[in-house]
């Protein structure tokens, strides 16, 4: 009898939209300008999103708001983590000390040089993408904000948040 296979590969293909955006402050600044010009409420989520990359524990800063009236879940997210690495030792060192090295681990690989994502998850297709855009653009911290296609993520379960 031969072996029968299940493929679960686009099985849990969730209904989201991703922004990424290219900017130069802290997620902490990001989410209020978020707040302020979206008329938005992100607040910062009691647990980070916590991720094994390379054997290193690494965190990413996660905000969320959740829409009651447009049924949608809005998720801030960096993509980019800055951890300490003190477990190089230095040879040449007198003391046998351990360097201090920082290293840079990415929520999404493949998009290395977004900063941050924005998610927006939704049951019913109420919140338009191109007006959202263009007022994430208008904020004067932002560098650059474009739509992001779910067909250019290779990593789709990092952006699993619950």
Known sequence: MPAHKLVLDDVFEEAYKLIAIHCSVEEYKLAFLLNKHLNLRLARSRKDIDFQIAGAHVLFALYRFEDQFKYCDYYLVSNISKAEDRSTANPNSL?????????????????????FFLKIEEEINSVSEKLLLEKIKEIPQVSMAYSIDHQQVKSKENLIFD
């Open 95 to 115: 003391f046998g000390e351990k360097d201090m090295t920082l290293k840079k681990s990415y929520l999404l690989p493949e998009f290395k040089k977004v900063d």
